[in-house]
T-cell receptor
Framework: GDSVTQMEGPVTLSEEAFLTINCTYT??????LFWYVQYPGEGLQLLLK?????DKGSNKGFEATYRKETTSFHLEKGSVQVSDSAVYFC???????????FGAGTQVVVTP | NAGVMQNPRHLVRRRGQEARLRCSPM?????VYWYRQLPEEGLKFMVY????????ESGMPKERFSAEFPKEGPSILRIQQVVRGDSAAYFC?????????????FGPGTRLTVT
């Protein structure tokens, strides 16, 4: 079945450091790929998405490129801020109903 | 435009009791998804509903769990005779139509604790 694997956390960084969170997937067909962010006590918010191979999603300084050859969708940000501290979820959407398949989440902690 | 509302935010139940979780989708949204997040795990799909219809319940446990989305009022996820393993965060998401083309908007979740 479809699955998403992302790197375990917590990932602890200093402000202005470079962030990478690895995400790989297994799916039949051509899924859409997403990154969601969850701040403490809140629901998930869509951060960015890509719907086909080689698409690059970007938002708020975050980027991820849909790599079909490596079945990956790694999240990157060049210079993190304390306000980026959150849990990040990689997800795929493979079927026409729209249900999402999530990875386990990666907690990111950014220190001043 | 208010976001997706879920209540209660926290719910404590003793083993054997019933838990009833409510989700009010965003205004104009007629599609609701329920997900469960067990401790240290990602979110798992449970059920997809449209008004008065269950479209996909492939992620719902076969017993004790049920969901509805009536013509009027919120969507309800009901768990009968709760057990400790039901302790989790339950999230609902809504979209204006089926989310194959549209973003799902998530609520803040209900944290269920079974004692």
């Amino acid at each position: 079945g479809d699955s998403v694997t992302q790197m375990e956390g917590p990932v602890t960084l200093s402000e202005e450091a470079f962030l990478t969170i690895n995400c790989t997937y297994t799916a039949t067909g051509y899924p859409s790929l997403f990154w969601y962010v969850q701040y403490p006590g809140e629901g998930l918010q869509l951060l960015l998405k890509a719907t086909k191979a080689d698409d690059k999603g970007s938002n708020k300084g975050f980027e991820a490129t849909y790599r079909k050859e490596t079945t990956s969708f790694h999240l990157e940000k060049g210079s993190v801020q304390v306000s980026d501290s959150a849990v990040y979820f990689c997800a795929l959407r493979a079927d026409s109903w729209g249900k999402l398949q999530f990875g386990a989440g990666t907690q990111v902690v950014v220190t001043p | 435009n208010a976001g997706v509302m879920q209540n209660p935010r926290h719910l404590v139940r003793r083993r054997g009791q019933e838990a009833r979780l409510r989700c009010s989708p965003m205004k104009g949204h007629s599609h609701v998804y329920w997900y469960r997040q067990l401790p240290e795990e990602g979110l798992k799909f449970m059920v997809y509903l449209q008004k008065e219809n269950i479209i996909d319940e492939s992620g719902m446990p076969k017993e004790r769990f049920s969901a509805e989305f009536p013509k009027e009022g919120p969507s309800i996820l009901r768990i009968q005779q709760v057990v400790r393993g039901d302790s989790a965060a339950y999230f609902c998401a809504s979209s204006p139509t089926d989310a194959s083309s549209y973003e799902q908007y998530f609520g803040p979740g209900t944290r269920l604790t079974v004692t």
